[in-house]
Structures are given as C-alpha cells and as structure tokens.
C-alpha cells in the first residue's frame, strides 16, 4: 500500500491492520509516498506515482521475503497509487483498488460542472496540515485545524490553501474550470494493467462511485475478469469492510490456491445489507413523467411522479433566496454521508416535490437516475440539485441519491433541455411506501452557492450572490433509471 498520511495509519479506517495480513502468510508493506511521512523529496500528488510505483514494485521483486507475486490495494489515494506505473515491466499480479478513479475532474473533484466544495476543501486542508506537521509549522497546523473544528473552512479555506499549499493538489483542483477538461489530468494506466487479477471495491455513497465503475469498465472491455464488489458504504464507513474476501483474493492470484467456489463478476449490496449478484450494464429500467399544477413546491405531496404511459404536464417556479440557501445532506458529497432524513428540506418552498402513488408491492430500483427537462433562470447561472428519496408511512424520508448540474453563462436564461445525473443505486421500496424526486436550487455546502452572475462560485455566499428564479416546464420531463455502466 503506497499512500500519502503516514504510513503507522495504514488504513485501518477501513482495513484491517496489516499484522492481520502478516499473520495470514503475507509480507506487508505500507509505503509512504514521495514528500509525505518520512518519505524524502516535494510531494507532487498524483503525477509522481507512475515512476515511484514502477520503482517500489522493482525493489519489493528484489527482496528475500519476497517471491517474485506482488499484490497491491488500498482507498482513495492508495487507489489510484496502484493503477499508475511507468512501463509494462513490472505491474502488480493483482490489485485491489477501492473507491477511486483515473479521471481527477469527474472521479475526485466535481460533479455535474460543480466542485466538491466541503469534501474538497476538507481533503485538500487535511494534505496541507500535514504539511505544516512535516515542516514544523505548528501555528498553520493549529489554524487549518480549528477553521475544520468550527466549519470556518467553508469560507477560509482556500485562503487558507494559498498560505499552506500554494502549489496543492487540492487547490488547483479547485482553481480549475469543472465544467471543461481542458486543465485537468486523465490518467493511463499501462494497458496490460487492465487483465491483471482485479477486485474493485466502491460504496453506493462514495463519491467515487463512478470512478470505480469506469475501471471495472475498462477492464473488463480490455478482456479482464474483475470482481466488482459495492456495498452500502460511505467514503470511510465500510460496516466491516472486506478484508476476509480480500485476503481469499491474494491468496488465490498470489499463492495459488483455488476458490472452492467460482465467484460472480460483480456483487452488490442493497438497502437490506444481502449481497446479491448485479450486471453493472443492466438497470431496473423504470421511467416516469412529472406532473403539478404548479405548486409542487408548496404543497406536500401536490406533485407527481407518473408512470410511463401517463404524460407529465405543467409549470413549477422556483425561488433561490441564497441568504438562506438550501442544505445539502447526507449522499455522496456529504462531510457525513449517506443515507438522512430530509423531510424538512422538503418541506421548505423553495424545493419542488414530486411523489408516485403509494406502492401497493415492491419494487426494485437499480442503476443511474438521471432527471431530463427543460428549465430556464432569470438570471446568467443556476444550478440544479435533485434528490431521491423514500417517503414512509410515519413522515419520514429517506434520501438515497443526490445528483447537480451547474449552468452558467447567457444560455443559463434560455429555456432549454436540462440533463442531472444521479448517485447510481440499488434499493428495494417495500409497499406502503412511496419514492419522491426533490428539485432545488443549492445544496450548501456540498457545492458551492451559484452567484447567478455567470462565473464558478469560488466562495461562501456573498453580498454580489443574486436571487434566482428558474422556471421548470414539465411536459416532457422524464426521470428515469438507465444502466450503472457506459458512457461515464
């Protein structure tokens, strides 16, 4: 495992502790990366790790306790750190990347054209305190710290980037445009990378999700046989994790020894916590109309989800006030993520709400929501931010999935057709319930608060921030679930 935090860590947030492993027969070596730990040189993020794999990996080969099977894993930045080697020559037997992705602007800083703007200043502020720690820099370590204790860090925070880490990862991720991809790195991992042994590892409230549906996608096109496991987990909350599993999957690839049974491709846990088999290419397929006489945002339960067949009619009017801008909860960008009550923020008006008919059996929902109509803002920038949700019968409801989309500049005015992916989901709603699509304008501070000027919100709100008034036409709006896996 090659990871930047220190190595005593080890991941143990999620993992078990290497010793765990040693005791299984394993030689474990936690690395930390260049300029991180005790490791000398500047840390360089990302960029650096193709050489400094493919030089780990040649010394590890040269090594007595090793014999010559080498194989890899570990989360987020140790995710990504495995897939990235300089040459062919030496690559790992087999790997176990976790929630990450190849793609820095779709897989690890923004979606839907918005930054990650409470996890990415949070992440970005956790390198550069330990950067202060490495440098001796105890009074910069203490302000990072303190401005994440009191939630200052959602206005200082890049301030505070500029004065800690100027030549950051994190910051320049978050000076760059999320709407082109001009400025931002896609990584190529070796292609003979892709057959090796590979159990990929994400989490339905991870916001890496994506990521990790786009290796398993690569790999298996590259004619691989990967392992696709995602369970109900957030970013650091594995609820036990999978190191069994994971040992079983070095043992076979690094030792030899056969599965006493075959494993399926790719497995997957819903909203009862049983593991069950899933294709990532197929989806449950559902689609619906939206439906309101234009009060969807005012009064509970008013609009509607319809079932195909039914056409979807109607206006609703939305008001953003950024004064008192609409949270953001839970999902997969939140500090605290996963799944949360939102019944308030639902009842508030400047969200519209759109229920199906209370179910009288249970459905299945599987795969990539994604919400299509045509909208249009009375200033230049808006934003659009969706939520699905669970209504139970005591009041409750349950979010599952969040997705943004951010519109900038004069076409933001135009009325025109709107698209906003979703968190993929595998769920099952039980009768008695229904499912409800929530619309707002802001989700604070899982993104940044649109200024409705035109440009990227770089800040907390401001004095310059506008009120916002978007229009949706329902007519032929559709939400619909499409498959987990293709063009991502």
Not at 109 to 137: E, K
Not at 252 to 268: D, G, I, N, S
Not at 452 to 481: M, W
């Amino acid at each position: 495992m090659r990871q930047p935090y220190g190595r005593a860590i080890a991941s143990t947030v999620t993992y078990a502790h290497p010793r765990w492993y040693a005791k299984a027969g394993f030689a474990v070596l936690v690395q930390d990366v260049r300029g991180r730990g005790d490791s000398g040189g500047d840390f360089g993020g990302f960029a650096q790790e193709a050489s400094d794999a493919t030089d780990t990996l040649r010394w590890i080969r040269a090594q007595p306790w090793c014999n010559g099977k080498v194989g890899t894993y570990g989360f987020s930045y140790q995710g990504l750190s495995q897939l990235l080697y300089s040459d062919a020559e030496h690559l790992p037997d087999a790997l176990a990347p976790a929630m990450c992705g190849l793609d820095e602007r779709l897989h690890w800083a923004s979606h839907g054209g918005c930054h990650w703007w409470a996890l990415g200043l949070g992440w970005a502020l956790q390198l550069a305190a330990q950067r202060c720690q490495r440098q001796g820099d105890r009074q910069g370590w203490q302000e990072i710290r303190l401005s994440l204790e009191n939630g200052s860090f959602l206005r200082d925070g890049l301030t505070l980037l500029e004065r800690f880490d100027p030549n950051g990862m994190g910051l320049q991720w978050l000076k760059a445009d999320p709407q082109h991809s001009d400025d931002w790195r896609v990584h190529q991992p070796p292609e003979e990378l892709w057959t090796r042994p590979m159990l990929i590892i994400g989490g339905w409230h991870d916001p890496h999700l994506n990521g990790v549906l786009d290796l398993w996608r690569r790999a298996a096109a590259a004619g691989g046989s990967p392992l696709l496991r995602i369970g109900a987990w957030t970013h650091l909350n594995w609820e036990g994790g999978l190191d069994q599993e994971q040992l079983n999957f070095f043992r076979r690839h690094l030792c030899a020894q056969e599965a006493t049974v075959p494993e399926p491709p790719a497995l997957m846990e819903g909203s009862r916590g049983q593991w069950q088999a899933r294709a990532p290419q197929a989806c449950s397929g559902q689609r619906w109309h939206l439906a309101s006489s234009g009060l969807a945002a005012r009064v509970p339960g008013e609009g509607q989800l319809l079932e195909l067949g039914a056409g979807g009619e109607g206006e609703v009017v939305i008001v953003h006030d950024p004064w008192r801008a609409m949270a953001g909860r839970g999902g997969h960008l939140g500090m605290e993520g996963g799944r949360v009550d939102r019944s308030d923020l639902d009842a508030r008006t400047d969200a519209a709400c759109f229920n199906t008919a209370i179910l009288d059996e249970p459905i299945e929902v599987y795969g990539r929501p994604q919400l299509e109509l045509e909208a249009a803002a009375d200033q230049p920038g808006f934003d659009l931010c969706v939520a699905l949700s669970i209504c139970h019968g005591d009041g409750q409801v349950e979010q599952l999935s969040t997705g943004f989309a951010r519109f900038l500049g004069p076409e933001a005015q135009l009325s025109q057709r709107r698209s906003v992916a979703l968190q993929p989901l595998l769920v099952k709603l039980e009768a008695g319930c229904s499912l409800r699509l929530s619309i707002a304008l802001a989700a604070w501070p899982q993104i940044a608060v649109n200024p409705g000027d035109g440009s990227q919100p770089c800040s907390s709100v401001g004095a310059d921030h506008r009120i916002i008034t978007v229009t949706l036409k329902l007519g032929d709006a559709a939400f619909s679930i499409r498959p987990m896996v293709g063009a991502i």
